[in-house]
């Protein structure tokens, strides 16, 4: 005769199973709060080692917090100056020409003008849901600007309780919580060479090749380069098919600059730039890239790479090894 098993949950286990699945939901909730929280640290990582050297200096660390935003904000402010007028013309002629580019073009990428007009129609109706998210994203920065801000000055203290939380290993969670920030410190700082470099060397090539809006396609090449593997991508396209209405061969040459361009950042400024910063399989970045954009979006994508480090070297403490070194093996 077989015996029958019971299985007993107790009041405990199905609180326990309650409470964890809350707190799931509750995160997913606020899961933008968190992404805004998760940015702030990447720059608090970015600005502390300016902050720590101007207060070795005697510099009140408030005051010190308050000159790396003057500097950073000022080096902002005089690199717009200089270009905003250009940048101004060149976007506008950009935006009044576009619906004559996309016409010339329709022929040859074989879609229909019908669906062209359609889609640029759609899109005039549209101004004033893009100014309100421009307004939105404002108001982020200032909110991630703030946050920033508190995080380096509370620093020391968040430092304390997170080192607490672990009182049996102290020495081994300073020493992890300490990598997490040098290496999104360093990447950070990193992507902004990165930026500036391509953006710097694809104005060059534009410019030497005579394409028209050189300026907004330049500044959109070294944006995009904070997307990994597929930005540099996206970003020769319009390049190419603004070079392409002029002249199919000036087309060639364009394909051909961001691609000489894309192999130099590949093989020597990558590795010069970031050799501070943590390097990824390129698998894996496309795989967390796939993932952040599925799950929150544009956000998602571009915080991917970042989040995906800090998850690896949690896994390196854990596991006890170096999962660079062992993908540099295989």
Request: aromatic share 8%.
């Given at each position: ?45 970015a600005l502390n080692p300016i902050v720590e050297s101007l207060t ?191 002249s199919p061969a000036l087309a060639l040459f364009v394909g051909l ?74």
């Open positions: 005769m077989k015996t029958q098993t019971s299985i007993d949950i107790s009041h405990k286990t199905i609180f326990f199973i309650a409470t964890f699945l809350g707190i799931l939901w509750l995160l997913f909730q606020i899961k933008e709060v968190i992404l805004i929280l998760f940015v702030a640290i990447i720059f608090m990582s070795k200096r005697s510099v009140p660390k408030g005051m010190a917090i308050a000159l790396a935003y003057v500097v950073l904000i000022g080096i902002i402010v005089g690199l717009l100056t200089l270009i905003i007028t250009p940048l101004t013309a060149e976007t506008s002629n950009l935006l009044f020409s576009l619906p004559q580019t996309i016409q010339k073009l329709a022929p040859t990428l074989g879609v229909d003008k019908a669906v062209i007009q359609q889609e640029l129609s759609n899109a005039s109706q549209h101004v004033l849901s893009l100014t309100l998210a421009v307004f939105s994203n404002f108001l982020t920065l200032i909110s991630i600007a703030v946050l920033t801000f508190y995080l380096i000055i509370d620093r020391d203290r968040l430092y304390k309780l997170i080192i607490s939380l672990s009182p049996n290993q102290k020495e081994r969670t300073e020493k992890l919580v300490l990598k997490i920030e040098n290496k999104l410190g360093a990447w950070l700082r990193g992507q902004v060479i990165l930026s500036l470099v391509i953006g710097t060397m694809s104005y060059t090539l534009l410019f030497l090749l005579h394409i028209q809006y050189a300026l907004p396609l330049s500044i959109l090449a070294g944006l995009m380069e904070v997307v990994p593997v597929i930005g540099p991508i996206v970003s020769a396209i319009p390049a190419i098919l603004i070079a392409y209405v002029e600059g961001f691609f000489a361009i894309q192999q130099l950042e590949n093989h020597f400024i990558v590795p010069q730039v970031m050799k501070r910063a943590v390097g990824l399989n390129p698998l894996i970045v496309i795989l967390a890239i796939a993932i952040g954009g599925k799950l929150l979006g544009i956000a998602g994508g571009l915080l991917a790479v970042p989040i995906t480090v800090v998850i690896q070297i949690i896994l390196e403490d854990f596991l006890n090894i170096d999962l660079d070194t062992y993908s540099d093996k295989k």
